[in-house]
């Protein structure tokens, strides 16, 4: 019993150093994120979902392409619509989750600072990889600026602050 103790502390460990958080990713240092264009949330949601440049409901995602969830802080449950807002990447983390045995999903977590508008809390993008990709060996490749406006679309912008 000692010993399977004596192994589960150091994996509980370094379980709770994938999440913590890291600095900003070069590319979006010095940017801001815009609303462009306002948003509709019913009263259970407290997230929206973004794939192919547009909102989507869980049931139009396609798993398998890159997506976004942005988290609002909302606390009343009633019909809701994002209409403004601008925020600032504070911290960034990432881990793999949902590995099969030819690829992964790569989780990206922003966090937000919300300097008007709407409080947001952060932006989890995911995005699958397989093993065989060159970089899967040397490191993840994160979503650029670029790849994160296509899945934002124009309910987001990406602009120098």
């Known amino acids: 019993m000692r010993f399977f103790i004596l192994i589960l502390i150091p994996v509980f460990l370094s379980a709770c150093s994938i999440f913590q958080p890291g600095p900003v990713p070069v590319s979006f240092q010095d940017k801001v994120i815009e609303v462009g264009q306002p948003i509709s949330m019913s009263p259970d949601q407290f997230s929206a979902l973004f794939q192919y440049g547009r909102q989507v409901s869980q049931r139009e995602l396609t798993i ?7 988290r609002a802080e909302r606390s009343e449950p009633s019909n809701w619509q994002w209409t403004e807002g601008r925020y600032r990447i504070t911290s960034f983390s990432w881990y793999d989750d949902l590995c099969t ?7 990206q977590r922003y966090q937000l600072e919300t300097l008007s508008g709407e409080k947001a809390a952060e932006i989890d ?3 699958r990889y397989a093993f ?3 970089w899967a060996i040397t490191g993840p490749h994160f979503l650029s600026p ?5 899945v934002l679309g124009d309910y987001f912008n990406i602009v120098a602050q």
Request: charged letters at 45%.
């Open 101 to 107: 045995k030819r690829d992964c999903d790569l989780v």
């Open 125 to 127: 993008c995911r995005y």
């Open 132 to 134: 065989g990709d060159p």
């Open 146 to 150: 670029e790849q994160l406006d296509a």
């Open 64 to 70: 398998w392409d890159d997506y976004c969830r942005v």
